[in-house]
Each structure stands twice: as structure tokens, then as C-alpha cells.
């Protein structure tokens, strides 16, 4: 099965744009702060770090997802979705055979969602990986939990008959 979020791309940069244009409104009406402190220097870096967070909030939950579980083994893939053709900085891979996973867990924070893999690495150690899922939609969620969980009924069918 593959799932990929790769729709959210053009939601991101909308919001990224709808960003700009706010705080070059709002730098245009500047004025209208002042009622907020009578130092304008203040009201500027109030504004400016306001933006910066929401800048920064943004940048930090828009990851592109990309699930992959043909085969033997299972790929997944997080990478930034702005910049990430020519500069992979945000780049995060893990290749695990099926057999190996253990377990799983969504986590749902206020703004952030989160996969965690449980695995077994090569010497068999008992390892796990977090990814961001946060844009991933909820239906193509559910189809990522149908696939693991069908994957760890398996290995534990196949522990029982090896024991």
C-alpha cells in the first residue's frame, strides 16, 4: 500500500502567501497599533515576532508523509515540502523489513500528529522512529493502522508457529 499527502503542497504555500501579504498589511497599517503600546518600536517587534511564530509553526508541522508497504519491506519517508527538490535538509528515511515491526502508536498533540515504529534492527534490538503526520488525512490514517496492524497479527501468528 502507498500513501503519500502530496495534495497538501499547494495548501501550504497558500498558507505561506496568506502569511506575506498579512504582515505587509499590517506593516502598511502600522498606525493603527499604536494604541497597543505608545512605543513604536515595541508594537514593531510584537507584530514581527508574532509573525515570526506562526512563520515557524507552520514550517515545522508542513512535512511531506510518504508510506510505502509493497513488498518485504516497508519505506517511509518524511521531507520538508517547501525547497525539498533542491535541498533535502528536512529529509528522514526508515527502511524496516515487515517481519520486524513490533508495534506502532499514533499520537495526537493540539497542532501535531505523530507515527511511531516499533522495530527490531539488525541485531535485534528493539528500536523506534517518529514521523510527522500531521497533514496526512485522517482516512488515509486509518489506512496506514488497517496496514500495520494486519502486519503485527501476522508476525505474531508466525512467532506461534515457530515456538
Known amino acids: 500500500m502507498r500513501i503519500n499527502n502530496s495534495k497538501v503542497k499547494n495548501t501550504i504555500v497558500s498558507v505561506y502567501f496568506i502569511l506575506i501579504v498579512l504582515a505587509i498589511v499590517f506593516a502598511t497599517i502600522f498606525k493603527a497599533f499604536s494604541d497597543l503600546t505608545s512605543n513604536p518600536s ?3 517587534i510584537i507584530i514581527t515576532s508574532g509573525f515570526g511564530l506562526l512563520f515557524l509553526l507552520v514550517h ?5 508523509f510518504e508510506y510505502d508497504s509493497d513488498g518485504v519491506k516497508v519505506v517511509v519517508k518524511n521531507s520538508g515540502l517547501l525547497l525539498s527538490d ?11 523489513e515487515k517481519i520486524d515491526l513490533y508495534a506502532y502508536k499514533f499520537n495526537n498533540y493540539l497542532v501535531y500528529r505523530t507515527l511511531t515504529f516499533y522495530f527490531k534492527d539488525s541485531r535485534n534490538k528493539r528500536k523506534g522512529e517518529t514521523f510527522n503526520v500531521t497533514l496526512v488525512p485522517g482516512k488515509k490514517r486509518r489506512y496506514i493502522r488497517q496496514s500495520l496492524s494486519k502486519m503485527i497479527k501476522t508476525n505474531k501468528n508466525s512467532q506461534k508457529i515457530n515456538e
Open 60 to 64: 515545522f508541522i508542513s512535512k511531506y
Open 42 to 44: 515595541l508594537t514593531f
Open 86 to 96: 533542491s535541498f533535502n535538509y528536512r529529509e528522514k528515511v526508515l527502511e524496516f
